[in-house]
T-cell receptor, first 109, second 115 residues
């Protein structure tokens, strides 16, 4: 079966750095997304990786290793507004999007 | 303002009733999707449409039906609601359906409770 694993919940301090990991076992791979979802709101796009390596976008970076079935989202200079759930999603060989359950990130002052 | 709208925002429904959730996008996207999101689970695809006039089944299609008469609208119908269909429903769209590599834009969601 297809599976995406993310930690259920993480806690970090304002101003710090946090890394949210995602491992996947899917039938094929055609890319990986990270989305942010604030409580009670819709998911919004953060990043897309299809090649190995690090993609940096401001305070957020996303890393992919296809050989290891692994990605992480790195958030720097954490702000209170970064408190949200972070969803990892993989495009499989049929171009279907498989979603992880999400990681709830709690930022403390 | 371009985007996706969903209606209603929330609804309480008696079991056995028929209900249609509405979704409209004005971005001229080819592909549209319906997901349900339950606590502790990832988004699960109910139905999708890669282009107007075509639809397909997702991971959890039973009890739901969709239609795609035009590019903008993608309604989701529950023919006879059951309590297990209590969930938050998100509609989404993307520019290209078959490639699957375009980001999806989500509507604000409909919170449905079936009693």
């Amino acid at each position: 079966g297809q599976n995406i694993d993310q930690p259920t919940e993480m806690t970090a301090t304002e101003g710090a750095i946090v890394q949210i990991n995602c491992t996947y076992q899917t039938s094929g791979f055609n890319g990986l997304f990270w989305y942010q979802q604030h409580a009670g709101e819709a998911p919004t796009f953060l990043s897309y990786n299809v090649l190995d390596g690090l993609e940096e976008k401001g305070r957020f970076s996303s890393f992919l290793s296809r050989s290891k079935g692994y990605s992480y989202l790195l958030l720097k200079e954490l702000q209170m507004k970064d408190s949200a759930s972070y969803l990892c999603a993989v495009i499989d060989s049929n171009y279907q999007l498989i979603w992880g359950a999400g990681t709830k990130l709690i930022i403390k002052p | 303002i371009a985007g996706i709208t969903q209606a209603p925002t929330s609804q309480i429904l008696a079991a056995g009733r028929r209900m249609t959730l509405r979704c409209t996008q004005d971005m001229r996207h080819n592909a549209m999707y319906w997901y349900r999101q339950d606590l502790g689970l990832g988004l699960r695809l109910i139905h999708y449409s890669n282009t107007a006039g075509t639809t397909g089944k997702g991971e959890v299609p039973d009890g739901y039906s969709v239609s795609r008469a035009n590019t903008d609208d993608f309604p989701l119908t529950l023919a006879s609601a059951v309590p297990s269909q209590t969930s938050v429903y998100f509609c989404a769209s993307s520019d290209s359906g078959t490639s699957g590599t375009d980001e999806q834009f989500f509507g604000p969601g409909t919170r449905l409770t079936v009693l």
